[in-house]
């Protein structure tokens, strides 16, 4: 199936809206959903039935030609499947019509997608972490989504309604004027929709094609290093020299004693119990939407934040330089995990790139081994250790005294002239990759550690008093400015390490 590309000047982008059903409609919504469930079932059970026949088949010494068939799991001959199979089968014989045809679209489209993505990865065509195959939705823990391709999808002109297939018109939580005004004008077209129950309520999302010009920053010639951490979420340092601090606005933590109360509320009440068959009582579900809503309260504010915050970043400046952060592994950091993730790093790296993607400016990523903040802004020397608790950066050789954030980000603002240069240094995410060589960063020992038994403990290990010294900060040629078109600091450094 062919991606959908839009016209030229036009972009794709969603608009999202909180819904205010009835209760009829309401019911309807959760009937949609619970049917694309029902469809993904159906189809994750059709696929994988063949799977273990013919396991069974081959234990049984069937010879590889007579084996059962596989069944393909493409989506247009699951839908051929379906069509055939929903009249008769006891499961969906009797109600199936209640619903729209896009909602068993929905489930069948995702299995298809869930099937690619297991054979993609098990073939190593597909990055990341090794996928299973798909397995069964459960109706108590499955998300309610349901998404419409073809029908009535509008948005009526009073701009408080909407209109879906077999729902019919919904009134909305919140003013539609925005998406009704481009529609009106014909710089908007309507492509989908999916409904979405979520945070305690109904969303629509409006799939559109929007013609949209790029907007022209405040400074376009200035670039700015970014440096993100727990503390202070965001120390920017532009090419000016300028230094801007963003406080962490802790969301969780300010709301963690009324998450608790709310936690042990629920704990005292009587839950489900898939193991006894037991359902839960009222009052636990009155006390468990309770602590839903503070979840809920938490993740808007959070979101409003990191919104407001790479908004602004995309509307001034021309060049933007992040780090590579590799979170998944930060967050298995015991003591740090809970702020870390109460930051929100990924999702800032993930709004930086589409934001500035619109405004028509650069994105660059810091290559992950990158020592920003053991290098020295004023002289480029890299210091060998500098611990996570030491928050002032004092460099050795020129006796520069500097916060360890604000030195960081002045690092990753000068990186901006020197990928401008076409040196790979940054991966700008509008060029191809190059290959990179091993950084320093990556090894701070003139010599690797022996174990040795020493005098005093077993395996040669140090108290803290007796620790050694480390070896000596590494001096650099000259100072990393915007007007250097050199190479990362330390980056081709086998013969600096000998």
Not at 54 to 74: C, H, I, K, N
Not at 139 to 154: E, P, Q, V
Request: some cysteine; aromatic content about 6%.
């Amino acid at each position: 199936m062919k991606k959908f590309r839009p016209q030229p000047g036009f972009v794709v982008q969603a608009y999202r809206f909180a819904l205010d059903p009835n209760a009829t409609q309401e019911a309807a919504l959760g009937s949609h959903c619970g049917a694309a469930r029902a469809a993904y079932n159906w189809a994750v059970g059709c696929v994988t039935a063949s799977w273990w026949q013919r396991r069974a088949e081959e234990t049984y010494g069937v010879p590889a030609d007579e084996l059962t068939e596989w069944r393909p799991w493409s989506l247009p001959s699951l839908r051929k499947a379906f069509n055939e199979a929903k009249r008769t089968d006891p499961r969906f014989a009797s109600w199936w019509e209640e619903n729209s045809k896009e909602a068993y679209s929905t489930g069948l489209a995702n299995a298809s997608a869930a099937f690619d993505n297991y054979a993609k990865s098990k073939n190593g065509k597909r990055c990341g972490r090794r996928m299973g195959a798909p397995r069964f939705k459960s109706k108590r823990k499955a998300r309610l989504s349901c998404r419409f391709t073809t029908g009535t999808l509008r948005v009526d002109a009073d701009g408080r309604h909407v209109t879906l297939p077999r729902l019919g018109t919904i009134r909305t939580h919140e003013p539609v004027a925005g998406l009704l005004a481009r529609v009106q004008a014909g710089t908007a077209r309507i492509l989908s929709a999916t409904v979405r129950h979520e945070r305690g309520r109904w969303f629509v999302s409006f799939q559109t094609e929007v013609k949209r010009d790029l907007v022209r920053v405040a400074r376009p010639e200035a670039a700015v290093g970014i440096d993100l951490g727990v503390k202070t979420l965001a120390v920017m340092a532009d090419s000016t020299g300028e230094i801007r601090e963003v406080s962490n606005p802790r969301h969780l933590d300010s709301a963690l004693k009324e998450l608790r109360r709310a936690s042990r509320t629920v704990s005292r009440r009587r839950g489900p119990d898939r193991r006894t068959g037991q359902r839960p009582s009222s009052r636990w579900k009155k006390a468990d939407a309770a602590r839903s809503k503070v979840h809920h309260r938490i993740a808007n504010l959070r979101a409003n934040a990191l919104h407001k915050l790479t908004t602004a970043v995309a509307a001034e400046y021309g060049t933007v330089v992040v780090e590579d952060l590799n979170v998944a592994g930060m967050l298995r950091n015991r003591r740090l995990a809970r702020r870390i993730a109460d930051a929100g790093f990924g999702e800032i790296r993930r709004q930086l790139t589409y934001k500035t993607q619109r405004n028509g400016c650069r994105l660059l990523a810091a290559d992950r081994w990158y020592p920003s903040s053991k290098t020295c802004s004023g002289c480029g020397a890299v210091k060998a250790k500098l611990p996570l608790h030491v928050r002032t950066y004092e460099c050795d050789a020129c006796g520069l005294v500097i916060d360890r954030d604000a030195n960081a980000a002045h690092n990753l603002a000068a990186l901006a002239a020197i990928a401008a240069a076409g040196t790979g240094v940054a991966g700008d995410l509008d060029t191809p990759k190059v290959s990179k060589p091993r950084g320093a960063d990556q090894k701070t020992r003139t010599t690797r550690s022996r174990r040795r038994t020493g005098t005093g403990r077993a395996g040669g290990a140090a108290l803290p008093q007796q620790r050694q010294t480390e070896t000596r900060d590494r001096p650099q040629a000259g100072a990393l400015s915007f007007g250097d078109v050199t190479d990362l600091p330390g980056r081709n450094t086998r013969n600096a390490e000998t």
